[in-house]
């Protein structure tokens, strides 16, 4: 071979390796793998939180409190209040070691007046990634399980026990209904509900006026809140307590059940209202 033709190949190769086509003298780009996000699973909130419940004949929201503290609502035909189990549960209560609550059945006597449950039990399990429920009165026994926590509806993860909403946020007139038993009255339509700044609650329902103060259980998104009734044909006990619960907040609006009892367990009122 002469040396133009050694040339003229060693041009050609070369030509080939530039364009891509005989191979490459540098190593591949590195592929970049961007991490992926951790799934965090909405799991309950320790020994306390809200929970959604569902019974199959009827469903339930439970208010569990860090002191042992339980408030609970029942509805059927979707948001229909029938029931509102309430009790201090030991630290020994579990779904197989029930004890004793106070339940209010609002729809189940003859009138609809609502009635208290002579010897209704309740337990409840906390598991590592669930909530476990049973109860048991006059209709029979019911169990059921829950695996996350009540959240706020609007989308996200916040859960309405564990990302407190401000009461600046809270603030304002409501519209919505009361349930009572003891006093021999229906369902109706509140007169007035109303939430000031700081946590201020005035109300007017079933021939009573009603005045109170919300308080932050803690750093949770619950309430204490203790009620006076009082007024000229108010059979209700002068003197009820109980929780505020937020059972929705979207757009800035709040779904809230206020949920008060008498000391006695004769006598409960829970107010289902809606901001606006």
Same mark, same amino acid.
């Given at each position: 071979m002469t040396l133009s033709k050694v040339m003229l190949a060693l041009?050609?190769?070369?030509?080939?390796?530039?364009?891509?086509?005989? %191979?490459?003298?540098?190593?591949?780009?590195?592929v970049v793998v961007l991490p992926v996000p951790p799934v965090v699973p909405i799991t309950p909130f320790a020994t306390a939180g809200v929970y959604d419940v569902f019974y199959g004949q009827f469903h339930g929201t439970y208010?569990?409190?860090?002191? %042992?503290? /339980?408030?609970?609502?029942? /509805?059927?035909?979707g948001s229909?209040?029938?029931?509102?189990? @309430?009790?201090?549960?030991?630290?020994?209560?579990?779904?197989?070691? @029930?004890?004793?609550?106070?339940?209010?059945?609002?729809?189940?006597?003859a009138l609809q007046v609502g009635q208290q449950e002579a010897a209704g039990v309740f337990g409840r399990t906390f598991g590592a990634s669930d909530l476990k429920v049973s109860i048991t009165g006059s209709m029979g026994t019911f169990t059921a399980s829950a695996s996350t926590a009540k959240l706020y509806g609007d989308g996200s993860n916040k859960t309405l026990y564990g990302d407190p909403i401000a009461l600046t946020a809270l603030a304002g007139s409501y519209h919505g209904t009361i349930r009572t038993a003891g006093i021999a009255k229906p369902k109706e339509a509140i007169a007035s509900f109303a939430i000031d700044a700081t946590g201020n609650v005035t109300a007017s329902a079933v021939a009573c006026t009603f005045n109170g103060k919300m308080i932050q259980h803690g750093t949770t998104g619950i309430f204490d809140l203790q009620l006076a009734a009082a007024g000229v044909g108010c059979t209700l006990n002068p003197v009820l307590k109980g929780v505020v619960t937020p059972m929705s907040f979207v757009g800035g609006v709040a779904?809230?059940?206020?949920?008060?009892?008498s000391l006695d367990k004769m006598h409960s009122a829970v107010f289902m209202v809606t901001k606006g």
């Open positions: 041009l050609f190769t070369s030509g080939l390796v530039a364009c891509g086509g005989g %191979g490459s003298s540098s190593a591949p780009a590195p208010t569990f409190l860090d002191n %042992g503290e /339980f408030y609970g609502l029942h /509805f059927v035909n229909e209040l029938a029931g509102h189990p @309430r009790g201090l549960l030991s630290a020994a209560n579990t779904v197989t070691n @029930r004890e004793s609550i106070a339940w209010a059945n609002f729809i189940d006597d779904q809230l059940a206020v949920m008060v009892d």
